[in-house]
């Protein structure tokens, strides 16, 4: 069945009404009150013409069409094998999204778990949503996906990172169902993780549950295997051997990721490979069952991840979170469904782009503050068009980089001043490894949308108020309201020293 669309502000104005029926309904005072103030705002904005208010790219609307999320902890994008990896580690991607639609140069706005898939659920950079640490919970005013989608949409999330359970971001009101279970895994030492296999079942289960046709999915699944420690199970056969070795300078490498008597650098390599086949293993378990469950072809499903991993680049190994050279920050993203436009795309994207096109994709409209971007054909990118990155360093100091498909400027923000320090480009056609850094023009067009982010955010090295009065100086990247149990647990993680 085929609907006619309706004009955009009147769609905003059913969502206010359907914000209102949502509170009534499903008792969610903690979301609906910015679900309507951006319903409001997204009516006003669309009387007056609003550049956020364009219908889907094309076509008429579709019935109701799932919506699957999928997103890999600390899988940077060049060890995929879609991405040209010399070793077969996601032939079930391949499979899935090799006629998709894939973007070659995606980053993630954050060098961290938290800040950076709360942008790919809003839409916002980190210094727009206000999620810039771990343990730091989602501002009620910042409305997320799941909200933003008609209520004929049943919304679940199944994450499996201790840092996005409830207790840790606040984002369980948001969703219909929110399986947050983390449990203790032991080997040699104990890590908090639910693993890919039963990450994919918690999913599988919750499907299994949808029967009624008329309504809707939105699924956010989030796999943490690739993250350290590297341990894939030790009941699945192994895929990668290395030939020579690489000693580990062991002073670089974070202690959460050592592994005892493992010296040899490319080891490291294959456990981290490991942890990705397996994953992808999972990936497509989850795929093939939701085909059988339900109409995927009709189905929007992306795929990325919240950031990437240092192997044995630059000044930490084996890592992330602390810069934003491209090993970290660049990242899988990949589209498949109707609409998409089967390409590998140059121009530079970011988490930012992904809520306006799911929105678009359902006819939506997304609301003005997000980008004007359409993944699923590329409107909206262009390879001059800069996307923005961040990440902690140290105490008080934060690197911010924007980028451009040829070219990365990356500069340090002292916070106390906001004075901008090291600033740098990188030529990532000829140097693509960013080994020789070149000086910049500060009065040129993007350095300086670069450091007026700086001087607009509203906290340039991500911390909140009280972290500056001293609180739990040790663990920079972690907010003081976290527990000192789950402080303990963070330590398996490498997220606290
Ligand atoms: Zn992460």
């Known amino acids: 069945m085929t609907a006619i669309p309706a004009p955009p502000a009147e769609r905003a104005i059913g969502e206010i009404l359907s914000a209102i029926r949502s509170t009534r309904a499903r008792g969610r005072p903690a979301s609906a009150l910015p679900r309507l103030v951006i319903a409001t705002f997204v009516a ?202 690489r000693p580990i300078k062991i002073a670089r490498v974070p202690a959460y990721q050592r592994e005892p008597g493992v010296t040899d650098g490319l080891a490291y390599v294959d456990r981290y490979d490991e942890e990705i086949a397996y994953t992808d293993a999972e990936i497509g378990r989850l795929l093939d069952r939701f085909a059988a469950l339900r109409s995927i072809d009709d189905a929007l499903v992306v795929f990325t991840a919240d950031h990437g991993e240092s192997m044995m680049e630059h000044e930490r190994w084996f890592t992330h979170g602390y810069h934003v050279y491209d090993e970290i920050v660049r990242v899988p993203l990949m589209l498949r469904g109707p609409g998409i ?66 070219a990365k400027w990356m500069t340090q923000v002292w916070a106390p001043s906001r004075a901008t320090t090291q600033q740098r480009r990188y030529d990532l056609v000829g140097d693509p490894d960013e080994l020789r850094a070149q000086p910049w023009d500060p009065s040129a067009p993007i350095p300086t949308r670069l450091v007026e982010l700086s001087r607009t955010d509203p906290d340039p090295a991500g911390r909140p108020a009280e972290y500056a009065k001293g609180e739990l100086l040790t663990a920079p990247k972690v907010a003081p309201r976290v527990s000192a149990e789950a402080r303990e647990r963070l330590k398996s993680l490498g997220y606290v020293e």
């Open 44 to 245: 006003i904005a669309c009387l007056f013409g609003g550049t956020g208010c364009r219908g889907p790219a094309r076509g008429p609307a579709r019935g109701p069409a799932d919506v699957l999320l999928i997103t890999v902890d600390t899988l940077r994008a060049d060890h995929l094998s879609l991405y040209g990896y010399g070793r077969a580690t996601t032939p079930q991607l391949d499979r899935w999204f090799g006629d998709g639609a894939i973007y070659e140069r995606a980053y993630s706005t954050e060098a961290n778990t938290s800040p950076s898939l709360v942008s790919v659920l809003s839409g916002l950079l980190p210094q727009e949503h206000g999620v810039r640490l771990l343990y730091q919970l989602l501002p009620a005013a910042t409305p997320v996906l799941p909200e933003l989608l008609p209520d004929r949409y049943e919304t679940a999330a199944i994450v499996s990172n201790m840092v996005l359970t409830d207790e840790a971001i606040g984002l369980a009101d948001r969703f219909d169902h929110y399986d947050d279970f983390v449990d203790e895994r032991e080997s040699s030492r104990v890590v908090y993780e639910r693993n890919a296999v039963r990450t994919t079942d918690a999913a599988l289960r919750w499907l299994a549950g949808r029967a009624d046709p008329a309504r809707p999915v939105f699924l956010w699944v989030h796999y943490i295997d690739p993250h350290g420690p590297y341990r894939p199970p030790a009941d699945r056969p192994r895929s990668f051997t290395h030939e020579g070795a």
């Open 341 to 406: 436009v089967s390409a590998r795309r140059e121009e530079p994207a970011s988490g930012v782009d992904i809520a306006p096109t799911i929105l678009r994709f359902i006819g939506a409209a997304p609301p003005p503050t997000m980008r004007p971007v359409d993944l699923r054909d590329g409107t909206g990118l262009t390879a001059t068009r800069p996307v923005f990155v961040e990440a902690t360093w140290g105490r008080k100091k934060q690197w911010r980089a924007a980028v451009t498909r040829d």
